[in-house]
């Protein structure tokens, strides 16, 4: 909801301290700051599954799930490479903190957890939470260019993965997402189950959210 639909998309409109609140909760799954995860999802989507890709399984399925993190490829390491791609948050005095600080907000959730439940909270209610939500994230980014339906023909190899989805609450309807990339749901049927369009539903009746974009479905393969 936060990370990717709103602020890499923009495929909707909050309150800025909505927005803020979504980033937050977004530093907690430990995905980096959201100046690099914007910008390297916005780069994967400008050359998805070509040269430039920061992660395409056309390097290999490791390499698009997790190597190109662990072996010090992923481009958050080479800050001056991103900064192209996200010209409004670095206009955001509080995106280019949190950035610098996106550690902080899990630190102290984990501080809480650990003097209110000990460790066996902290065990289940950060690490496993966080090493599970990580893998999902990865997936999209590997089994959904590998694995299951295509009902578009875009001009990559993203494909809708139904366990994928289950996993990441609605991202891996990948498929639709890269046909669609705009729009604030991805999962186009009404048997594609997309928690976090739930989410962003909720904030519209809410009048939390407005400008909702559901792009027209594109000609279907």
């Excluded at 639909?5 to 937050?24: A, C, D, N, Q, S």
């Excluded at 209110?116 to 599970?132: K, Q, S």
């Excluded at 539903?201 to 479905?217: E, F, S, T, Y």
Aim: proline share 5%; aromatic share 14%; charged share 15%.
């Amino acid at each position: 909801m936060g990370y990717h639909r709103l602020l890499t998309h923009r495929g909707y409109k909050t309150p800025k301290w909505v927005e803020y609140l979504l980033t937050i909760c977004g530093t907690l799954a430990l995905q980096g700051g959201p100046i690099s995860w914007v910008a390297t999802h916005r780069i994967h989507h400008q050359n998805s599954d070509q040269d430039g890709d920061p992660h395409s399984p056309r390097d290999g399925g490791f390499w698009a799930h997790i190597g190109w993190i662990i072996t010090g490829e992923a481009l958050h390491n080479n800050p001056t490479l991103l900064l192209p791609y996200v010209p409004e948050l670095r206009k955001d005095r509080f995106m280019l903190w949190i950035s610098k600080w996106h550690w902080v907000p899990l630190t102290l959730l984990a501080a809480v957890i650990l003097a209110v439940g000990g460790w066996r909270y902290l065990m289940w209610g950060i690490f496993l939470r966080t090493v599970v939500g990580l893998h999902a994230t990865y997936l999209v980014n590997s089994a959904t260019h590998m694995w299951g339906s295509r009902r578009f023909l875009t001009h990559d190899e993203s494909t809708n993965n139904v366990w994928v989805a289950i996993l990441s609450f609605g991202e891996g309807w990948h498929n639709n997402h890269h046909a669609c990339p705009g729009s604030a749901r991805h999962g186009f049927a009404w048997y594609e189950i997309d928690v976090n369009w739930f989410g962003i539903w909720v904030l519209h009746l809410l009048g939390l959210a407005w400008d909702v974009k559901r792009h027209p479905r594109p000609k279907a393969a």
